[in-house]
C-alpha cells in the first residue's frame, strides 16, 4: 500500500520537533526520501494546525506544523497539544485548546 502525504511528512520529520522549514524544504526532504512522490502534491499548508483551507476541513484535523511568518512552518508533531487560533483566508474559523479543536464558523456555505 502506498504511504499518504502524512505518512511521508511523520517519516521524514520525526525527531525534528520544533525545527523551522520553509515550504520547499519540505518538499525536497519528502522528494529525497520518496523520490516518486508527485512534488506538487506535497502542500504544507494543508498540514497546520493554524490554517486551514475549505476543502481540508472535510478531514480536519490533520496538523502536524505551526505557520510562521515568511513563509516558514515549525513542526510540532502529530496530536500535539497546540493552542491557538486557525485562520481561513485570514479569518478565524476556528480555534486549538490544548489539542483539542472548535470550529468557531462555518464555511461551508462560503464562497472559496
Known amino acids: 500500500m502506498e504511504m ?9 520529520f520525526n ?5 523551522m522549514f520553509r515550504s520547499h524544504e519540505i518538499k525536497d526532504a519528502v522528494i529525497s526520501r520518496f523520490p516518486d512522490t508527485n512534488k506538487t502534491s506535497i502542500l ?3 498540514y497546520c494546525y493554524n490554517k486551514t483551507n475549505k476543502g481540508n476541513l472535510l478531514v480536519f484535523p490533520l496538523p502536524l506544523f505551526e505557520y510562521q511568518q515568511d513563509g516558514m512552518y515549525k513542526y510540532l508533531g502529530q496530536n500535539f497539544e497546540y493552542s491557538g487560533d486557525v485562520f481561513w483566508k485570514r479569518e478565524k ?3 486549538w485548546n490544548k489539542g483539542n479543536y472548535t470550529q468557531t464558523r462555518d464555511i461551508y456555505d462560503e464562497e472559496c
Do not use: N, S
Request: hydrophobic fraction near 35%; proline fraction near 5%; avoid cysteine.
Open 93 to 95: 474559523i476556528g480555534e
Open 44 to 46: 504544507p499548508a494543508d
Open 4 to 12: 499518504t502525504i502524512k505518512e511521508k511528512l511523520l517519516d521524514v
Open 15 to 19: 525527531g525534528k520537533e520544533g525545527m
